[in-house]
């Protein structure tokens, strides 16, 4: 993330809000904040900010924004199938 400004720190709200009600201590985050090293952001290819990157399990996915549309995250991450109600 570029900073903490206020999306991101939505962005962050919303994602750890998702990841207790789903994955409570079954998961590992790590923030990096890009402005401050910006090297991450050029490994990860990362040309927007905020973005979530989910590595494992494969296939590495990438969201970008304030996390905010609860249902295409949730979906993204794996954590509910269109056939969920």
Do not use: W
Request: net charge negative.
């Amino acid at each position: 993330m570029a900073g903490i400004n206020p999306k991101s720190r939505r962005a962050i709200e919303n994602l750890m809000e998702i990841l207790e009600e789903n994955l409570k201590d079954q998961y590992e985050l790590e923030i990096i904040d890009i402005y401050q090293q910006p090297i991450f952001a050029k490994e990860g290819q990362i040309v927007a900010a905020p973005t979530l990157i989910k590595e494992l399990p494969p296939p590495l996915r990438r969201f970008v924004g304030d996390l905010s549309n609860k249902e295409k995250l949730l979906l993204g991450l794996e954590l509910k199938s269109k056939n969920d109600e």
